[in-house]
T-cell receptor, first 113, second 113 residues
Framework: GENVEQHPSTLSVQEGDSAVIKCTYS??????FPWYKQELGKRPQLIID?????GEKKDQRIAVTLNKTAKHFSLHITETQPEDSAVYFC????????????FGAGTTVTVRA | DGGITQSPKYLFRKEGQNVTLSCEQN?????MYWYRQDPGQGLRLIYY???????QKGDIAEGYSVSREKKESFPLTVTSAQKNPTAFYLC????????????FGQGTRLTVV
């Protein structure tokens, strides 16, 4: 089955700096890679996703890149703000005939003012 | 508010007792999931279901059971066979399974006393 590894487990950045979180996956058949943000005491919510036919996707200060050959994908947050402080999870799935959605262990991001 | 509801929010169980966590969605989603969240271990998949009357084991199914008798409902039973049941449990649903956004419930915190 799919195994998703996520690094680092914690990340502290100065406000205004960039944050990068990296994930690797094991199943080369995986073709959907979402990122979720979980604020303290709240449910995880999707912030951005990418499919295997795309190498990069941006949404304002957030971007995700995918390297299918190396089987890794990354989340980039630019110009970090205090409200970016949260736990971020990457995930991977193979959407054709198996709905299993596997998550990484999470990264706790702290933005220092 | 996302259309997926878990109840109760907090649950206390005595050792040796079975307990059932409720998950209901009104999003008309086909796929539903149960995850366990422990500090530092991310979201670990317990069970998932793609259609009514069908479900598959996830990565940590031992000591848990589920049913999917209705499209909108996916209850999780934590049995006495689960050795370390104290955790935060999250239910999720998605429209077409692994290739689309998963919506999470607000979670149930189970404590064994």
């Amino acid at each position: 089955g799919e195994n998703v590894e996520q690094h680092p487990s914690t990340l502290s950045v100065q406000e205004g700096d960039s944050a990068v979180i990296k994930c690797t996956y094991s199943d080369s058949a995986s073709n959907y890679f979402p990122w979720y943000k979980q604020e303290l005491g709240k449910r995880p919510q999707l912030i951005i996703d990418i499919r295997s036919n795309v190498g990069e996707k941006k949404d304002q200060r957030i971007a995700v890149t995918l390297n299918k050959t190396a089987k890794h994908f990354s989340l980039h947050i630019t110009e970090t703000q205090p409200e970016d402080s949260a736990v971020y999870f990457c995930a991977a799935s193979f959407s054709s005939n198996d709905y299993k959605l596997s998550f990484g262990a999470g990264t706790t991001v702290t933005v220092r003012a | 508010d996302g259309g997926i509801t878990q109840s109760p929010k907090y649950l206390f169980r005595k050792e040796g007792q079975n307990v059932t966590l409720s998950c209901e969605q009104n999003l008309n989603h086909d796929a539903m999931y149960w995850y366990r969240q422990d500090p530092g271990q991310g979201l670990r998949l317990i069970y998932y279901s793609q259609i009514v009357n069908d479900f598959q084991k996830g990565d940590i199914a031992e000591g848990y059971s589920v049913s999917r008798e209705k499209k909108e409902s996916f209850p999780l039973t934590v049995t006495s066979a689960q050795k370390n049941p104290t955790a935060f449990y999250l239910c999720a649903s998605s429209n077409q399974g692994g290739g689309t956004e998963a919506f999470f419930g607000q979670g149930t915190r189970l404590t064994v006393v």
